[in-house]
Nanobody, 124 residues
Framework: VQLVESGGKSVQAGGSLRLSCAASGRSVGGYGMAWFRQDPGKERDFVAGIDWSGRSTSYADSVKGRFTSSRDNGKNTLYLQMNSLKTEDTAVYYC??????????????????WGQGTQVTVSS
């Protein structure tokens, strides 16, 4: 499975971005997926998770109410809508797929496939 993120860019605080994660090589319809983010020298942090159906989601407290994860299994694509962006949201954002389960988890080591990341920079 190849995962390719897109949509990262530089924006001002308060702005919005929509990240996409396009999958190829396998249908993602049966698998849990998630978004993580990472700053250089720091751990990879959970941002949002979504189950195979898209009906169950979970968010880190820091993004709850501002970010929304969704998926279109027909298009083999995962999305992250980010609103009311803050400078502390600056990071490289990664999408991940959990090949062993249709559920998500906030543990990065439970995911089998990762994208290359897309940079989001939020300036004040």
């Amino acid at each position: 499975v190849q995962l390719v993120e897109s949509g990262g860019k530089s924006v001002q605080a308060g702005g919005s971005l929509r990240l996409s994660c396009a999958a190829s090589g396998r249908s993602v319809g049966g698998y849990g997926m998630a978004w993580f983010r990472q700053d250089p020298g720091k751990e990879r942090d959970f941002v949002a998770g979504i189950d195979w159906s898209g009906r169950s989601t979970s968010y880190a407290d820091s993004v709850k109410g501002r970010f929304t994860s969704s998926r279109d299994n027909g298009k083999n694509t995962l999305y992250l809508q980010m609103n009311s962006l803050k400078t502390e949201d600056t990071a490289v954002y990664y999408c991940a797929l959990r090949a062993s389960s249709g559920l998500y988890t906030d543990r990065w080591w439970s995911y089998d496939y990762w994208g290359q990341g897309t940079q989001v920079t939020v300036s004040s």
